[in-house]
């Protein structure tokens, strides 16, 4: 059974800080990881999404790279801003058996940006 | 366009009262999917529709959760005989293509509280 592990749980930087988020996964047999993040009474949005032929995928300020034979993905966000405090969750995708639309979700990162 | 909608937002009920959640999906997506939340957790798969078919409700907790979709757009996840244990934010997800591959966009989730 896949099992996604995110690293520090809880993290609180000054605002302009750079910042490295981790997500662990057992099974290495995976279609793709994403990233998303989390606002209270708003939905799940998909930041960046890592196919696993690929290594890394770049939009603004974040960068994500994958190592699937490690099963470990990282989530970079340069220069924090007070806007960027959410939570962070990654998920994979399995690659095979007839449930690979089902997402395994770490529990996230709780990031909060000071300004 | 429209993203996923889901009702109520909020829902409060007592233990033993039946609860219907609604989920609205992207307009012409085709696959739609219901994720259960608890606090301090990451999203975890309930059940899976292509088009009006339900292929997988293997992630129902037990027999008093249902769900369908009888015309292949709306979906209803009906909790019977609610416990205090069903309190979590309840996501719905659709995504476009009839493969299980289609990216999955979120709603917003409907909060649940049984007391």
């Known amino acids: 059974k896949q099992e996604v592990t995110q690293i520090p749980a809880a993290l609180s930087v000054p605002e302009g800080e750079n910042l490295v988020l981790n997500c662990s996964f057992t099974?290495?047999?995976?279609?793709?990881l994403q990233w998303f993040r989390q606002d209270p009474g708003k939905g799940l949005t998909s930041l960046l999404l890592i196919q696993s032929s690929q290594r890394e995928q770049t939009s603004g300020r974040l960068n994500a790279s994958l190592d699937k034979s490690s099963g470990r993905s990282t989530l970079y966000i340069a220069a924090s801003q007070p806007g960027d405090s959410a939570t962070y969750l990654c998920a994979v995708r399995p690659n095979s058996g007839g449930s690979n639309y089902k997402l395994t979700f770490g529990k996230g990162t709780l990031l909060t940006v000071n300004p | 366009g429209a993203g996923v909608s889901q009702s109520p937002r909020y829902k409060v009920t007592k233990r033993g009262q039946d609860v219907a959640l609604r989920c609205d999906p992207i307009?012409?997506?085709?696959?739609l999917y219901w994720y259960r939340q608890a606090l301090g957790q990451g999203p975890e798969f309930l059940t899976y529709?292509?088009?009006?078919?339900?292929?997988?409700k293997s992630g129902l907790p037990n027999d008093r959760f249902s769900a369908e979709r009888p015309e292949g757009s709306i979906s209803t996840l009906t909790i019977q005989r609610t416990e205090q244990r069903d309190s979590a934010m309840y996501r719905c997800?659709?995504?476009?293509?009839?493969?299980?591959?289609?990216?999955?966009?979120f709603g917003p989730g409907t909060r649940l509280t049984v007391t």
């Open positions: 997800a659709s995504s476009s293509t009839g493969t299980s591959r289609g990216e999955q966009y």
């Open positions: 529709f292509n088009y009006e078919a339900q292929q997988d």
């Open positions: 099974d290495s047999a995976i279609y793709n």
């Open positions: 307009s012409g997506h085709v696959s």
